[in-house]
């Protein structure tokens, strides 16, 4: 007996962040078709933001797991005052099977960005303090963007950091403190309490190796391989090394500038970003080593403050899928 597909209509609406996020990925053992997909400019006053719309494959055969093919439907259009630019007007048929997996992806650019450099968070009322950088300029009752804030949170799972919101949402300026400072409510975790860390890195590559200046090795250069890890919290870099490195406490190395690749969850790991800087503590420095093991060893670097972005809210996209099953 044949069995009828089942249909499903589903409706995807989210805010368009200054980050780039994952709108929409294809289930298993569906065929996933957008039929329709708009991003209409809802800011207040003449604002002009851009959007960024790509189809993503991501592969999951065994041998090419992980690599990724983005095609850019449309790329840094403007979505006028008052008006709406509609990004698929029929058929975008999504994939994923045991080979590959399909998604659609958004990234916006607009005014009024600004680094958050803490967030308090009160986990019985929802209230939440954020303290900026730079004066934000919002009023009470602005409707604003909050994206990729990190926090630890005492879960059954041990300690975690998660980044906030998900899934995005808007929220609205409750009260403004100082320049700097507003509360808003975002919602109550029950006995859950969050603390705001600095943003999560992701090592990618290193572009250029390491060299040993002082004590044992010295004239000597290390390879940084994947296992490298960086704690914005302690400042503390944890190295892993091609090869033995053949330190000892006696040595320092100094990392050339721009040399190590990572990511970071302040734009929601979009954006490839070099380190050291010329404004980074580490830069042009011979740094101390602890060695851990023959193959990785551990430097300060210096602590990172802040992470995550807020925005007022300039974009927000609707977009309808149909899941057609015959499982």
Do not use: W
């Amino acid at each position: 007996m044949a069995v009828a597909p089942l249909n499903k209509f589903i409706t995807k609406a989210v805010p368009v962040t200054p980050s780039e996020q994952v709108v929409y990925e294809a289930p298993r053992g569906a065929s996933s078709i957008i039929l329709y997909t708009a991003v209409a400019n809802v800011g207040i006053g003449q604002s002009y933001p851009l959007i960024t719309f790509t189809h993503r494959r991501e592969s999951t055969a065994t041998r090419t797991s992980g690599n990724i093919r983005n095609i850019r439907l449309i790329k840094d259009v403007e979505v006028p005052p008052q008006d709406a630019v509609i990004i698929i007007d029929g058929r975008l048929v999504l994939e994923k099977n045991a080979n590959i997996k399909d998604s659609v992806v958004i990234r916006g650019y607009q005014s009024g960005v600004g680094t958050v450099y803490d967030a308090q968070y009160d986990h019985v009322t929802g209230l939440t303090t954020i303290i900026t950088y730079d004066p934000h300029g919002f009023s009470a009752d602005d409707e604003i963007i909050l994206d990729g804030l990190a926090f630890d949170c005492p879960s059954t799972g041990g300690i975690t950091g998660p980044i906030f919101p998900e899934p995005q949402t808007t929220f609205k300026v409750e009260t403004v403190g100082t320049t700097t400072s507003f509360t808003t409510n975002v919602g109550i975790v029950s006995a859950l309490p969050h603390t705001f860390r600095p943003s999560l890195h992701e090592f990618v590559r290193a572009e250029s190796k390491i060299n040993i200046t002082q004590g044992t090795g010295s004239g000597g250069t290390i390879q940084v391989v994947k296992g490298t890890t960086y704690d914005s919290v302690t400042g503390i870099l944890s190295v892993t090394a091609a090869a033995a490195h053949g330190m000892d406490g006696t040595s320092k190395v100094k990392i050339p500038v721009s040399s190590l690749v990572f990511k970071c969850s302040q734009d929601n790991y979009t954006d490839e970003k070099k380190y050291p800087r010329i404004s980074d503590p580490a830069y042009n420095q011979d740094l101390t080593v602890t060695v851990v093991n023959t193959t990785k060893f551990t430097v300060n670097v210096g602590i990172q403050t802040g992470g995550g972005t807020v925005s007022p809210a300039q974009m927000e996209l609707i977009m309808s899928v149909l899941e057609t099953s015959t499982v």
